[in-house]
């Protein structure tokens, strides 16, 4: 237990941050591979919850047996660390109840959170966690929300209590425990908007995603347990000036990282003199580490893999001996940087039209990532923090190529290539008004496109005239139809050709319908369409007979 007069509380970084914010992946289109991936980073964040339980439970007993030694001196701060302990594992069983609700809503009763199937589902988040049949009660998201800031609000006013005083340990807290909403920078492309933090962690987020993020949060519960009951034991006897016991600890603040960023931490000893300055020896993969006078450090990681950190403090006793404090080994890994890239509409890009993409890296702001086409093509940022893709030349394949700038270096993090094709042919239609009811049984005209068959004369002496769409698609393309042709057969089987420049019936069309009886057929064929990539295309006819 790390103790002292006036103990330096290190920074305290979201562990797994790099790992647990891929909002890259939140696109439509995440692949199985990536979601497998999230698997991994929550059985890993699982192991460390169960490490951070494992190492406070015995802190929990360190403390107790000081105070069945010293009920007078340790009897308050043992009965503040009773109530931190059953506020800690309320808060995490709150979080495991989410994620088996989660997991239920998702899979059925038979879910299971740590053997997810719908795990590229991104509106379970939205419907389990943020929607509320009343408007006027808080929803799931809501009440986790305010469990979070109930328990940061304990740890700063019961156990900090002097913010000023312990200010490194306060800040440490309040950003492991942040719920603030997140307001874009100054200067962004959305300037002013903000997003609550229930919604960064629910909302168009996969379930399969969801879940280590939770798993992130009770992390940061555990982590701020551990330095609270650390600083509640320290604080006991403080004004003391004799002291009989010391212990090493080694903080790191991540335990996952991206390569080519750095491991920082803090090698401490507890209940150190003040008139005394202790010697660190701090070593990573057997490599030694420049540590300053507070004991921080700071290590580039140019290389993915585990890493280990050991080493021990010297201090120099009373009797002028140099006494050696060993802190137990630490491990953490390194990742590689990756781009996620990904039409959020089709597989490939149209050329000629506008194509939206969703582009990010995981765990770097999007105001840092620069996304470009090979050819040089059209890349238009939005305002919603998406792109707008526009190919030049179809058939032919084209790559995006995605840098991120890094602790201000801009590197390469992926390339991604794309299939270039051609706007697919639109099918022709003859459009006339239809009567329909909307939902409050009023009577209402909508467009009805015919495409072949037979059909009324009224409404074809109605009709709009012809018109071209792509049929089953939800790509919103706008086709303007420059010509047709009608053509007509008398009682002897002679052809009779009437054309339109445009996509109206002319006067002669609606003379040559008005004279065929029922049963009589024509074709409107030689229909050219112009799309929004400039080619003009042919389209099959449409045959009609008089119903």
Same mark, same amino acid.
């Not at 992946?25 to 999230?38: D, H, P, R, W």
């Not at 020896?281 to 140019?302: I, L, M, Q, R």
């Not at 109206?504 to 409107?524: A, C, E, M, P």
């Given at each position: ?5 006036? =103990? ?74 009773? +109530? ?11 979080? %495991? ?10 899979? @059925? ?25 009343? =408007? ?34 306060? #800040?440490?807290?309040k950003k492991s425990l942040n719920t603030d909403d997140v307001k874009a920078e100054k200067g962004s492309h959305d300037e002013g908007s903000v997003k609550h933090w229930e919604n960064t962690i629910f909302e168009n987020i996969p379930v399969g995603a969801i879940m280590p993020l939770l798993t992130k949060?009770?992390? #940061?519960?555990?982590?701020?347990? $551990? ?11 403080? $004004? ?11 903080i790191i603040d991540s335990k996952y990282l991206i390569k080519g960023s750095s491991q920082t931490g803090m090698a401490l000893l507890g209940a150190v003199d003040s008139t005394k300055r202790p010697t660190y020896e701090v070593f990573v993969n057997n490599n030694p580490v420049s540590v300053d006078k507070h004991g921080a450090f700071t290590y580039p990681t140019n290389t993915s893999g585990k890493y280990e950190i050991t080493g021990s403090i010297l201090l120099e006793g009373e009797d002028g001996e140099i006494n050696k404090y060993t ?34 890296? =995981? ?21 919603? @923090? ?10 032919? +394949? ?18 991604? =290539? ?20 909307? $939902? ?12 072949? @068959? ?7 002496? %109605?009709?709009? @005239? ?23 057969? +008398? ?57």
């Amino acid at each position: 237990m790390s103790g002292g007069n006036c =103990p330096e509380t290190p920074r305290q970084k979201m562990i797994g941050m790099m790992y647990l914010f891929l909002t890259a992946m939140l696109a439509v289109n995440v692949s199985s591979t990536v979601l497998e991936g999230f698997i991994l980073v929550d059985k890993s964040l699982q192991t460390n919850n169960e490490i951070f339980a494992k190492n406070n439970k015995a802190a929990y007993s360190h403390f107790e047996l000081e105070w069945n030694e010293n009920k007078q001196k340790y009897d308050e701060a043992w009965q503040i660390a009773l +109530d931190l302990q059953k506020r800690a594992n309320t808060m995490c069983a709150s979080i %495991d109840s989410a994620k088996w609700f989660l997991a239920r809503k998702a899979d @059925g009763e038979e879910g299971d959170p740590n053997h997810l199937k719908a795990m590229d589902n991104v509106d379970i988040g939205y419907s389990a966690m943020l929607y509320t049949v009343d =408007p006027k009660k808080p929803s799931r998201g809501d009440l986790l929300k305010s469990e979070i800031k109930e328990y940061r609000r304990f740890l700063l006013e019961e156990i900090v209590v002097d913010e000023n005083k312990f200010s490194d340990l306060a #800040d440490a807290i309040k950003k492991s425990l942040n719920t603030d909403d997140v307001k874009a920078e100054k200067g962004s492309h959305d300037e002013g908007s903000v997003k609550h933090w229930e919604n960064t962690i629910f909302e168009n987020i996969p379930v399969g995603a969801i879940m280590p993020l939770l798993t992130k949060v009770q992390s #940061d519960i555990r982590n701020t347990e $551990a330095m609270a009951i650390a600083h509640l034991f320290g604080q006991v006897g403080a $004004a003391d000036f004799s002291v009989n016991k010391f212990e090493a600890r080694l903080i790191i603040d991540s335990k996952y990282l991206i390569k080519g960023s750095s491991q920082t931490g803090m090698a401490l000893l507890g209940a150190v003199d003040s008139t005394k300055r202790p010697t660190y020896e701090v070593f990573v993969n057997n490599n030694p580490v420049s540590v300053d006078k507070h004991g921080a450090f700071t290590y580039p990681t140019n290389t993915s893999g585990k890493y280990e950190i050991t080493g021990s403090i010297l201090l120099e006793g009373e009797d002028g001996e140099i006494n050696k404090y060993t802190f137990p080994a630490q491990s953490f890994e390194v990742g590689e940087l990756n781009a996620t890239v990904s039409a959020t509409k089709m597989n490939v890009l149209y050329a000629g039209v506008e194509n939206p993409m969703s582009i990010s890296v =995981p765990g770097i702001a999007s105001n840092s990532v620069t996304p470009r086409l090979s050819d040089g093509s059209s890349l238009m940022l939005q305002s919603d @923090g998406s792109y707008i893709a526009k190919p030049k030349t179809p058939g032919k +394949d084209i790559e995006m190529i995605v840098t991120a700038t890094i602790d201000g270096n801009t590197q390469e993090v992926g390339r991604y =290539p794309f299939r270039v094709k051609a706007l697919p042919p639109p099918t022709a239609f003859v459009q006339y008004p239809k009567e329909a009811k909307n $939902a409050s049984g009023k009577t209402i005209i909508l467009p009805e496109n015919f495409q072949s @068959g037979r059909l009324k004369k009224r409404d074809l002496l %109605d009709a709009y @005239g012809v018109v071209a769409e792509l049929l089953d698609s939800d790509f919103e393309v706008k086709y303007i139809v420059k010509s047709f042709e009608m053509v007509f057969y +008398d009682t002897m089987g002679n052809a009779k050709t009437y054309k339109s420049t445009g996509s109206k019936f002319t006067n002669d069309q609606v003379r040559q319908i008005k004279d065929l009886s029922r049963g009589k057929q024509f074709f409107i064929s030689n229909v050219r369409a112009v799309g929004p990539d400039g080619i003009e295309k042919r389209l099959p006819p449409i045959d009609v007979t008089i119903n």
